[in-house]
């Protein structure tokens, strides 16, 4: 609930920022806490001003792979992306993805999320060629690392499914929109919503 965030965000975001100044860690992530907010609203350019304006100072303070750092630029991401702006959410899936990688490994929760968001991306620049070789290598770690059933590995398949049918593999897609836990997988990318992408890809195929 975007909206209702926002409203506790900001009278607490206003008060610390006077009590501890703009530049204090926990003001910060109030700050991106705001962003997130906005996201969550669909209200994409001022979700990317507030992330890009609070995302130096968090790198500066808490370090360039901090997990703030990463939940800042996810969520950028994320908003690049629904904005059509997808070189940019290219760069900053790259980035998030190599933090993610080299601090946990490819078969890490993150890590995988992250290699399969920034495959996405790279599908809808597109850079079908490199997007289809990194959803195929997320959705491999995940099989291996979390089952055929997880929620992830569900979440990454459709992923995969989506960049084969913009590469015009329609046949190796179909298969890995079978059987997908539409609610499972909504419940852990928090958009009740998300099933919507399982019927759009079949409808294409």
Excluded at 11 to 31: E, F, K, M, S
Excluded at 46 to 58: C, I
Excluded at 88 to 110: H, K, N
Aim: aromatic share 6%; net charge negative.
């Amino acid at each position: 609930d975007g909206a209702a965030a926002e409203a506790e965000i900001r009278p607490l975001l206003a008060a610390q920022t006077r009590l501890l100044g703009p530049a204090n860690p926990d003001v910060l992530i109030l700050r991106m806490n705001l962003g997130q907010a906005y996201l969550f609203q669909q209200r994409y350019a001022e979700a990317v001003a507030t992330l890009s304006a609070v995302l130096p100072e968090l790198r500066r303070q808490l370090g360039p792979g901090h997990r703030l750092v990463q939940q800042t630029l996810a969520a950028r991401q994320q908003a690049y992306g629904s904005m059509g702006r997808y070189a940019e959410a290219v760069a900053d899936g790259r980035a998030l993805y190599a933090i993610s990688f080299a601090g946990q490994g490819l078969t890490s929760f993150r890590a995988i999320a992250a290699l399969s968001d920034l495959a996405t991306s790279e599908c809808r620049v597109p850079d079908l060629a490199a997007g289809v070789a990194d959803a195929r290598k997320a959705y491999a770690a995940s099989r291996t690392a979390f089952g055929e059933t997880a929620a992830l590995t569900q979440g990454v398949g459709v992923a995969l499914a989506q960049c084969l049918i913009e590469a015009g593999d329609e046949a190796g897609a179909a298969p890995l929109l079978a059987d997908v836990d539409r609610k499972a997988v909504g419940d852990l990318a928090s958009d009740p919503h998300w099933g919507a992408n399982v019927e759009l890809a079949q409808a294409e195929i």
